[in-house]
Nanobody, 123 residues
């Protein structure tokens, strides 16, 4: 069982930056690939970024590539999402998720989810 708690969301102007954190419980965090997803009302949950269990591999959606960076610190049981050059269309609730095995970009691959943190980007 893994419990995930996101933090770091908020209101920021376009062009600004935010860093999201996702703290995980449990001693097996380092065995999980992690992902970040986002969702706006009326839309499906959208893949943002994923990272392998050891941090060696990352993958991003085209919409955030070059602006967002996913990283993890297994000693702190935490995964991060550094978001730069934010745009109004990045506004969403951001969720972190955990899965066994290799990293993945489909929400249905993930077993555990956090409660989400709101990110609002004003124009």
């Amino acid at each position: 069982q893994v419990q995930l708690v996101e933090s770091g969301g908020g209101l920021v102007q376009a062009g600004g930056s935010l860093r999201l954190s996702c703290a995980a419980s449990g001693r097996t965090f380092s065995s999980y690939a992690m992902g970040w997803f986002r969702q706006t009302p009326g839309k499906e949950r959208e893949f943002v970024a994923t990272i392998s269990w050891n941090g060696a591999g990352t993958y991003y959606s085209d919409s955030v590539k070059g602006r967002f960076t996913i990283s993890r610190d297994n000693a702190k049981n935490t995964v991060y999402l550094q978001m730069n050059s934010l745009k109004p269309e990045d506004t969403a609730v951001y969720y972190c998720a955990a899965k066994k095995g290799v990293r993945g970009s489909y929400y249905y691959e993930y077993e555990y989810w956090g409660q989400g943190t709101q990110v609002t980007v004003s124009s």
